[in-house]
């Protein structure tokens, strides 16, 4: 974990104002927040209640540590490792990095070799300045215009029914729901996606849109997706936070058939992916949006799917959706993911998807003041009947 801290110093950031404006500092020098549990006294439920307490610690921006590491030692002479990080400082490619840089170095000491790591010749703070120029230069301004001109007179709120009224002020309470589609169902989407020439994501996009358009009865709806902000090659070694969620625009209103509604959606794919550079929390400023305290800006509920290169060929990528029981191994260990129902959401539904190993697997994230399980248990039949049909 020194090594970790040393490679990518964004673990060790903290975060302040002077003057108003918000300040980054590096603490040099500060031990790592490391810290061993015995649980081995505790049974499954014990031991995964107590991983959700420790999960759910608040942060100290200010103060730190923005990065939380802890060992559990298990009754069953096995180890469980929890990473808690600000998303401040990381993202889920950002897991992936870390997951990787940990690995090496520990199997490489293990092994009495020097682990072959090297240090990026880039940091976030070159992301930042990048970005600043960017949006100062024409490149900057015609990515704002175009976000202007997709989003005009969309509709900007999305009537969810919802199982209890919703609360004069947007809350982030949650839960979570998880699902997995049979090796038959998953090689039919497969093969509708490549038979359409379009991507996986595009087209477990679409069902997931037709899905909320029959659910709250609009004929043009904004759906959210978070993408992974790393376009240029120098910054995908980097820790740090690069995600910036796009709107995606979607009208049903003329009945398309699945095809075509394929097509729409591949084509706002598209034009999302080429013009993604532009920071979301300026677009809401550029929109002069009047503010509604109940729901988020713009869009509501949001679909994502990680594709991060190198890290797919052992069903990893599964480990970023939250769910328990996923296995892989590591050299000589066996390494399993144990699923936490993470209490938060950010929006008020999300539908978080992955495939490996010949299945597609899927997470339901939702807001607890607003929906009840039974809810989204429905909703994540409609979602599978869908992808048959």
């Avoid at 500060?30 to 031991?47: G, K, V």
């Avoid at 992301?127 to 900057?140: A, D, F, I, P």
């Avoid at 839960?175 to 020439?197: R, Y």
Wanted: charged share 25%; net charge negative.
């Amino acid at each position: 974990f020194a090594s970790l801290f040393h490679t990518h110093p964004m673990l060790d950031l903290v975060f302040s104002t002077q003057d108003g404006e918000p300040i980054q500092t590096l603490q040099k020098g500060r031990s790592i927040d490391f810290r061993e549990h015995d649980a081995t006294h505790l049974n499954d439920d014990e031991l995964k209640e107590l991983l959700v307490e420790h999960a759910h610690k608040p942060f100290d921006l200010q103060t730190g540590p923005v990065c939380r590491l802890e060992l559990f030692r298990t009754a069953k002479g096995a180890h469980v490792t929890q990473i808690a990080m600000h998303h401040i400082v990381s993202d889920a490619w950002s897991i992936v990095i870390i997951l990787n840089h940990l690995m090496e170095t520990y199997f490489s000491l293990k092994a009495g070799r020097k682990p072959d790591l090297q240090i990026p010749d880039h940091r976030y703070s070159d992301y930042v300045r990048w970005q600043q120029e960017m949006l100062k230069s024409q490149v900057g301004e015609s990515l704002g215009k175009y976000w202007e001109k997709y989003l005009e007179d969309a509709p900007m709120t999305l009537d969810l029914p919802t199982d209890h009224p919703r609360p004069p002020v947007q809350t982030f309470n949650g839960s979570t729901f998880g699902f997995k589609l049979d090796s038959d169902l998953t090689q039919d989407v497969l093969s509708l996606a490549e038979n359409k020439k379009v991507t996986l994501y595009t087209t477990l996009l679409s069902a997931f849109k037709i899905l909320i358009h029959r659910y709250c009865d609009q004929e043009e709806i904004l759906v959210g997706s978070p993408l992974h902000g790393r376009i240029n090659q120098e910054f995908h070694d980097l820790v740090g936070y690069f995600v910036n969620p796009v709107a995606l625009r979607s009208k049903i209103g003329d009945n398309p058939s699945f095809s075509d509604y394929l097509e729409r959606t591949n084509q706002s794919v598209i034009g999302a992916l080429e013009n993604q550079n532009y920071p979301f929390p300026l677009l809401v400023d550029r929109l002069k949006l009047k503010r509604d305290p109940s729901r988020s800006p713009i869009f509501q509920v949001s679909f994502s799917m990680e594709r991060i290169p190198g890290f797919d060929e052992q069903g990893i990528a599964v480990f970023l959706i939250g769910q328990g029981g996923h296995k892989f191994k590591a050299e000589n260990m066996d390494i399993e993911s144990i699923d936490l129902n993470l209490r938060m959401a950010q929006f008020e539904i999300t539908l978080v998807v992955e495939e490996a190993g010949g299945n597609i697997y899927g997470c339901w994230q939702y807001n607890s003041n607003l929906f009840e399980e039974d809810t989204i248990n429905r909703l994540n039949g409609f979602y599978k009947q869908l992808l048959k049909e």
